[in-house]
């Protein structure tokens, strides 16, 4: 049986396609889990998708799924910077993970270059577009078969 990647996106990251494409690009969030899927494929790996706009649905999502997962891929959005919870779930879980940002956050304004993940994810994805989901998913997938 495949290993199980979580990708867990947070708040706006469902108005993706809508958002200022000069920070997050011009594809959806479907067309990112498309891409997403179409990897996990050619990796051998299932990819379980979860979005929302509510950090208790992200921390009852991990707690709900992570025991049938080997890794998690996490763009937590505005929850980057106050996403304890999440956090504390992660932890939990014992999974690796993987943080995603679309945009360069060390880049942009003062209060989006902090994370609370930064200092337990296994790596960090920042500026890299949607590609950075797919790398993260690449390393995952050698972390995890390794």
């Keep these: ?5 979580l990708v867990i996106n947070g708040p706006n990251l469902n108005n993706l396609g809508k958002r200022d494409a000069s920070l997050y690009g011009t594809k959806t969030l479907a067309d990112i889990q498309n891409d ?3 990897k996990a494929t050619e990796l051998g790996v299932d990819a379980k998708f979860f979005q929302s706009n509510h950090e208790g649905s992200i921390v009852d999502f991990i707690q709900e799924s992570s025991s049938g997962a080997s890794g998690v891929i996490l763009n937590a959005g505005a929850l980057t ?8 779930a992660l932890l939990d879980s014992g999974l ?4 995603v940002h679309l945009s360069n956050i060390h880049a942009r304004e003062k209060f989006r270059q902090e994370s609370v ?6 790596g960090q994805m920042a500026g890299f577009g949607p ?9 995952l997938a050698t972390v995890i078969n390794s």
């Design 36 to 38: 997403i899927s179409a």
């Design 81 to 88: 910077q106050v996403g304890y919870s999440i956090l504390d």
């Design 131 to 139: 590609s950075g989901y797919i790398y993260a998913l690449d390393h």
């Design 1 to 5: 049986m495949p290993a199980t990647i």
């Design 117 to 122: 993940f930064a200092g337990k994810a296994i």
């Design 96 to 99: 690796p993970f993987i943080e």
